[in-house]
């Protein structure tokens, strides 16, 4: 009886082989809706590539696995996130938080009378720190003690980069809308502007507290900094500073991107609704009011998709104050970067007007070996297929290694986009969905005719033995 059924079985396995292969099918350019071409510099191996607002605005899947390097011979090529390939090569350090700086006072420099000197004495021990700053005004022998209307920051132990500063305002401080230049130095004596105008606020809007207390500027390495205010002669209310680490290490460090979103009304709650064009890598929120010289409290949510709940990302106070020092905007709000593309903003009191929001984010890095002959074209967008995993971790140490401890994959550039497998990309594979093909159904029938026939013999000879 056995060796009747093994032929279905075998017969059957067989049939179902087929669909299995094609769910695991390697990546094709076909299953991917749009691709651009890359241009790589020559004799590279292992290269890296920014990701554009172009890009994830094609990509399919939120979690950035349908992108994928394919070389001339349409094959796809080993690609991993960079990020992801710096934390398995342990070369990437977490952003740290926030470190409080010694800070001193300094006085002002201006126009002084030809018998008043400004002596500025400022101690530094061998490793660079400041020990003491002393600053007073002899006027032909009488020595005073200026005003200290400038603060000098000593970063010099701290390493890595620097990316902005929080500062700590004296208690009961209010009424308070200030300008402030940033200004960095490697030696104390020459000065490089590192950011202009920038505000620090403190107010009370019955009682709701309007805070501005973060100053923003690109990374930089300068071991000193300098705030000036520029709005007036009064030194700031300020009793300490915190540095803000830069996120990414140096090598690969790059520059935030920011788009800005118009939403509408919410149809049965009062907020905004806001839609992200793709998965994009929000670390950052901005809420602009409208209206001119506005406050609110604000809550801002953010779901992957219609059918889920909203979660909370941030919340707190937003102003737009617009006087004749020029527009004062509340501080965006810092949050772990999230890849939901639908947020919503709800606010206190109602606006009648839709605020702006502002999505901020550092683009993805994606690595990839130019294994195989060019041109290398890069594929996103695909319900049908997704990318590999590859250990480039282990490339990455083995290059640095030859190359050098601070060696980087050179960067590749994007090329004009253009449409690939279309709309037929987004939807998934017919044969690989997993119901069973017209084939495969003749087959199972046939199976099933084979062993009602085995059933039907054993029945007849049982009954003739019992005969």
Same mark, same amino acid.
């Given at each position: 009886?056995?060796?009747?059924?093994?032929?279905?079985?075998?017969?059957?396995?067989?049939?179902?082989?087929?669909?299995?292969?094609?769910?695991?099918?390697?990546?094709?350019?076909?299953?991917?809706?749009?691709?651009?071409?890359?241009?790589?510099?020559?004799?590279?191996?292992?290269?890296?590539?920014?990701?554009?607002?172009?890009?994830?605005?094609?990509?399919?899947?939120?979690?950035?696995?349908?992108?994928?390097?394919?070389?001339?011979?349409?094959?796809?090529?080993?690609?991993?996130?960079?990020?992801?390939?710096?934390?398995?090569?342990?070369?990437?350090? =977490?952003?740290?938080?926030?470190?409080?700086?010694?800070?001193?006072?300094?006085?002002?420099?201006?126009?002084?009378?030809?018998?008043?000197?400004?002596?500025?004495?400022?101690?530094?021990?061998?490793?660079?720190?400041?020990?003491?700053?002393?600053? $007073?005004?002899?006027?032909?022998?009488?020595?005073?003690?200026?005003?200290?209307?400038?603060?000098?920051?000593?970063?010099?132990?701290?390493?890595?980069?620097?990316?902005?500063?929080?500062?700590?305002?004296?208690?009961?401080?209010?009424?308070?809308?200030?300008?402030?230049?940033?200004?960095?130095?490697?030696?104390?004596s020459a000065w490089t502007r590192l950011a202009t105008a920038q505000a620090l606020v403190a107010l009370n809007d019955n009682g709701l507290r309007l805070e501005r207390r973060r100053i923003e500027f690109s990374d930089t390495a300068?071991?000193?900094?300098?705030?000036?205010?520029?709005?007036?002669?009064?030194?700031?209310?300020?009793?300490?500073?915190?540095?803000?680490?830069?996120?990414?290490?140096?090598?690969?460090?790059? =520059?935030?991107?920011?788009?800005?979103?118009?939403?509408?009304?919410?149809?049965?709650?009062?907020?905004?609704?806001?839609?992200? $064009?793709?998965?994009?890598?929000?670390?950052?929120?901005?809420?602009?009011?409208?209206?001119?010289?506005?406050?609110?409290?604000?809550?801002?949510?953010?779901?992957?998709?219609?059918?889920?709940?909203?979660?909370?990302?941030?919340?707190?106070?937003?102003?737009?104050?617009?006087?004749?020092?020029?527009?004062?905007?509340?501080?965006?709000?810092?949050?772990?970067?999230?890849?939901?593309?639908?947020?919503?903003?709800?606010?206190?009191?109602?606006?009648?007007?839709?605020?702006?929001?502002?999505?901020?984010?550092?683009?993805?890095?994606?690595?990839?070996?130019?294994?195989?002959?060019?041109?290398?074209?890069?594929?996103?967008?695909?319900?049908?297929?997704?990318?590999?995993?590859?250990?480039?971790?282990?490339?990455?140490?083995?290059?640095?290694?030859?190359?050098?401890?601070?060696?980087?994959?050179?960067?590749?550039?994007?090329?004009?986009?253009?449409?690939?497998?279309?709309?037929?990309?987004?939807?998934?594979?017919?044969?690989?969905?997993?119901?069973?093909?017209?084939?495969?159904?003749?087959?199972?029938?046939?199976?099933?005719?084979?062993?009602?026939?085995?059933?039907?013999?054993?029945?007849?000879?049982?009954?003739?033995?019992?005969?």
């Amino acid at each position: 009886m056995i060796a009747r059924i093994l032929p279905f079985a075998l017969l059957l396995i067989a049939s179902l082989a087929p669909a299995q292969e094609l769910r695991n099918l390697p990546p094709a350019p076909q299953d991917f809706a749009w691709q651009w071409p890359l241009t790589v510099a020559p004799q590279e191996d292992l290269v890296q590539v920014e990701l554009t607002p172009e890009v994830y605005a094609r990509l399919w899947r939120d979690d950035v696995a349908d992108l994928v390097v394919f070389n001339g011979h349409d094959e796809a090529v080993p690609t991993a996130p960079l990020d992801a390939v710096l934390a398995r090569a342990d070369l990437a350090r =977490a952003p740290t938080a926030p470190v409080e700086v010694p800070m001193f006072r300094i006085p002002v420099s201006g126009a002084r009378t030809a018998s008043e000197r400004l002596r500025l004495v400022v101690a530094r021990r061998t490793d660079g720190h400041l020990e003491r700053l002393d600053a $007073n005004l002899d006027m032909g022998g009488d020595v005073v003690t200026e005003s200290a209307s400038e603060i000098l920051l000593d970063l010099s132990a701290m390493p890595g980069r620097t990316r902005g500063l929080t500062v700590e305002f004296s208690p009961g401080t209010e009424g308070l809308v200030a300008r402030v230049d940033v200004l960095g130095s490697r030696d104390l004596s020459a000065w490089t502007r590192l950011a202009t105008a920038q505000a620090l606020v403190a107010l009370n809007d019955n009682g709701l507290r309007l805070e501005r207390r973060r100053i923003e500027f690109s990374d930089t390495a300068l071991p000193y900094v300098r705030l000036v205010r520029t709005d007036a002669p009064q030194p700031l209310p300020v009793v300490a500073v915190q540095a803000l680490r830069s996120r990414t290490p140096d090598p690969v460090a790059r =520059a935030t991107a920011s788009i800005e979103l118009t939403g509408h009304t919410e149809a049965r709650l009062p907020g905004f609704l806001y839609q992200a $064009n793709g998965p994009l890598p929000v670390e950052r929120i901005l809420v602009t009011l409208a209206e001119r010289n506005a406050a609110a409290s604000v809550i801002i949510e953010s779901r992957p998709r219609s059918d889920l709940p909203w979660r909370e990302r941030a919340r707190g106070a937003v102003f737009h104050l617009s006087g004749r020092g020029g527009a004062v905007e509340s501080s965006p709000f810092d949050i772990e970067p999230v890849r939901d593309r639908q947020w919503r903003v709800r606010t206190d009191p109602v606006q009648l007007k839709t605020p702006t929001l502002t999505l901020s984010w550092r683009p993805d890095r994606f690595a990839f070996l130019t294994q195989g002959e060019g041109p290398f074209r890069l594929a996103a967008g695909s319900a049908r297929s997704e990318r590999g995993s590859f250990p480039l971790n282990a490339v990455l140490l083995e290059a640095r290694s030859a190359r050098g401890a601070d060696w980087m994959p050179t960067q590749a550039r994007l090329g004009r986009g253009a449409e690939l497998g279309g709309g037929a990309a987004l939807a998934p594979r017919p044969d690989a969905s997993g119901s069973p093909t017209p084939w495969q159904w003749l087959l199972w029938a046939l199976l099933l005719l084979g062993a009602f026939s085995v059933v039907s013999m054993v029945l007849k000879l049982l009954r003739q033995s019992g005969a």
